[in-house]
């Protein structure tokens, strides 16, 4: 379901059992650390990244949230700004630049939800209620 995918994006959590942070840091613009990932879930036990290179479908992700921001920002720019070519460029590369933390961890945790769905029977609540 989308709504629980974007729970485990915007929250950082465990796809598959919304329990525990995928990334080590919630601190995303500290540079020693917005990168740093958990190699499994400590409630359930999944693997996040299944196999070397898992990843590398996250940069076409990224690249997509970059396409993204272009779009909406020339169009911004070109129907109500209006600025220059420079101006825009320079707007533009620089908030590239300061969003690619947000974009790094937002495009891995939208790469893990499209192959993980959430199993509420893998959540300690669910495990605490049945016994």
């Known amino acids: 379901m989308l709504k629980d995918s974007v729970y ?10 919304h329990q525990s942070n995928v990334f080590k840091s919630n601190a995303v613009f500290n540079l020693k650390t917005f990168d740093k990932m958990n190699e499994s879930c400590s409630c359930c036990g999944m693997k996040y990244e299944k196999e070397p290179g898992y990843f590398y479908g996250a940069m076409y992700v990224s690249y997509a949230m970059v396409v993204g921001w272009f779009i909406i920002t020339y169009i911004i720019d070109s129907f109500v700004v209006k600025s220059e070519t420079w101006q825009y ?38 495990h605490s209620i049945k016994q």
């Open 8 to 17: 485990s994006v915007v929250g950082n959590k465990c796809p598959q059992c």
């Open 89 to 126: 460029l320079t707007f533009f590369v620089s908030t590239i630049i300061v969003m690619m933390p947000i974009t790094f961890r937002t495009s891995r945790l939208i790469w893990l939800n499209l192959f993980v769905k959430y199993d509420p029977s893998k959540t300690i609540y669910h």
